[in-house]
């Protein structure tokens, strides 16, 4: 958890200080990030995307390992937890570094 909640921080920290002077579009209410993820789709970097999520995902997978063998899991046990755990980080990393799901609320 304390792992998810600091890659949520350093996602928002890249939105802010990539998508800082990028206007938002005000949309009933919601500022709608769509205009922002066209932009972004057309610059992505998809290199450095999947490098920074090796390393969170490499993260998840000795601490699921680490973790599994301190509570006294059989090793295979211990393997496929970790590399489940890996498979889900990487992915969900992935998913909020391309912003889906994203739209801020007003905060007037």
């Given at each position: 958890?304390?792992?998810?909640?600091?890659v949520k921080k350093y996602l928002r920290y890249l939105l802010r200080?990539?998508?800082?002077?990028?206007?938002?579009i005000r949309n009933s209410g919601t500022y709608s990030t769509d205009s922002m993820l066209k932009n972004a789709a057309e610059k992505?970097?998809?290199?450095?995307?999947?490098?920074?999520?090796?390393?969170?995902s490499g993260l998840a997978f000795f601490g699921s390992l680490g973790g599994g063998s301190i509570?006294?899991?059989?090793?295979?046990?211990?393997?496929?937890?970790?590399t489940i755990?890996?498979?889900?980080?990487?992915?969900?990393?992935?998913?909020?570094?391309?912003g889906i799901?994203?739209?801020?609320?007003?905060?007037?």
């Open positions: 958890m304390a792992i998810v909640k600091i200080k990539k998508h800082s002077s990028k206007r938002a992505f970097d998809w290199i450095e995307t999947i490098v920074d999520g090796l390393i969170i509570a006294g899991l059989d090793i295979m046990l211990a393997l496929k937890a970790s755990s890996t498979g889900i980080q990487f992915f969900i990393y992935l998913a909020l570094r391309r799901g994203q739209t801020k609320k007003i905060l007037h």
